[in-house]
């Protein structure tokens, strides 16, 4: 029978594992508490995980938790956000190619990232901007300002936590 273990859990797990090393959450309900930054990607955390969106609420209000949500829809984490990125349908991955690669130029090899990365980066940047042309062309509709803004925020943060849902 069909279920819902085939079609979230088990991609959610291998992809997991493939980019952390472990199947499961990589942090706890207190890290997303304390993080500096929240990145909420595709999910109305509010309808979906009241418990999570209860302690985010409340960091954010009382802590100066920064909180950054992309989603097609409009809703109440959304309206919290600091940031909103209303993205095209499918383009999740271009636009976080987007800011990462901002990061990655902004600060190539410096602030902890380990010299495997930073050689990586400096690669990149000395590469045509073809790359960052189709990028940037791929994710219109999301100014590049707000995107930048984005990043930085990111950059600056001392600890983030991303959450996210299936869409």
């Not at 993205?87 to 190619?97: F, H």
């Not at 990232?113 to 791929?138: F, K, N, T, Y």
Request: hydrophobic letters at 40%; charged letters at 25%; proline letters at 4%.
């Amino acid at each position: 029978m069909d279920n819902c273990s085939r079609y979230c859990q088990a991609p959610a797990t291998v992809g997991l594992f493939r980019t952390v090393g472990y199947g499961g959450d990589s942090g706890s309900i207190s890290d997303i508490e304390q993080a500096d930054l929240v990145l909420i990607i595709g999910s109305n955390t509010a309808e979906s995980h009241p418990v999570l969106a209860t302690r985010v609420k409340q960091s954010h209000k009382l802590r100066g938790q920064k909180l950054i949500v992309a989603d097609l829809r409009r809703h109440e984490m959304a309206e919290r956000a600091d940031v909103f990125l209303h993205p095209r349908p499918g383009t999740d991955l271009i636009w976080l190619s987007a800011v990462t690669r901002w990061i990655f130029r902004q600060w190539p090899g410096e602030d902890g990232l380990s010299e495997a990365v930073g050689e990586w980066c400096r690669r990149v940047s000395q590469e045509p901007g073809a790359v960052h042309d189709a990028i940037r062309q791929r994710a219109d509709g999301l100014p590049e300002e707000t995107l930048e803004r984005v990043a930085r925020m990111i950059a600056e943060a001392k600890s983030v936590c991303g959450l996210w849902a299936m869409g």
